[in-house]
Every structure is written in structure tokens, then in C-alpha cells.
Nanobody, 119 residues
Framework: QVQLVESGGGLVQAGGSLRLSCAAS????????MGWYRQAPGKHRELVAT???????KYADFVKGRFTISRENAKRTVSLQMNSLIPEDTAVYYC?????????????WGQGTQVTVSS
């Protein structure tokens, strides 16, 4: 089993920045992909960014050039640096991890952290 804990959410004005962090514990050595999703009220969950253990990254079009996913010093820990935030970024952000690929039936999920961007 793998447990994921997100941190770093909060309230920020439009144009500001936040940095989210996700730490994996339990049996994290099996994880090959980690990333971030978000879900706003009344909307479906959507991909924000992903990173594989090899370092490859993917971003949703709506965050390219503004968000950056990266590894922390600790193993199986990823961060999401969010710059130039806009109100549309307001959502609960969820960390996800998988031993094969994100989007599979074997994904693990954190509890989420709220990000609110005021206009």
C-alpha cells in the first residue's frame, strides 16, 4: 500500500504563486509515476501535470508555462510550483501515484489540498 499526503494549498491573489508538495509513504519504491490532478466544484477531475521516475513530464495545456512539476530531495516526493495563478485555477488539487502509469486502475490518491485564487 502507498499513502500520499499533499500540502501547500491555500488562498492567493490572482497573479500570485503557490507551491504544492506530495510525499509518498508505505511502499513507495514501486511507484513509477506521480502527478497532480485537480477538481473544481461541479467539474470532473482533470490532469494538471505528471512526472515519471525517469524525469519525463507532461502538462495540461491550461497550465503550460505557468506550472512546473519537480522532484523534491526526498525520494518519491513531487512538488508543483504554480505561478501566475488565475481564479480558474481554484480547485482541490490531488496528488496521484501509480506503479505503471497514471490513469490506471492501480492509482493511489491523496486526500487533496484546497487552492483558492481570488480575483
Amino acid at each position: 500500500q502507498v499513502q500520499l499526503v499533499e500540502s501547500g494549498g491555500g488562498l492567493v491573489q490572482a497573479g500570485g504563486s503557490l507551491r504544492l508538495s506530495c510525499a509518498a509513504s508505505g511502499n513507495p519504491l514501486s511507484i513509477t509515476h506521480m502527478g497532480w490532478y485537480r477538481q473544481a466544484p461541479g467539474k470532473h477531475r482533470e490532469l494538471v501535470a505528471t512526472m515519471s521516475v525517469s524525469g519525463s513530464t507532461k502538462y495540461a495545456d491550461f497550465v503550460k508555462g505557468r506550472f512546473t512539476i519537480s522532484r523534491e530531495n526526498a525520494k518519491r516526493t513531487v512538488s508543483l510550483q504554480m505561478n501566475s495563478l488565475i481564479p480558474e485555477d481554484t480547485a482541490v488539487y490531488y496528488c496521484a501515484a501509480s506503479p505503471i502509469n497514471l490513469g490506471s486502475s492501480r492509482d493511489y490518491w491523496g486526500q487533496g489540498t484546497q487552492v483558492t485564487v481570488s480575483s
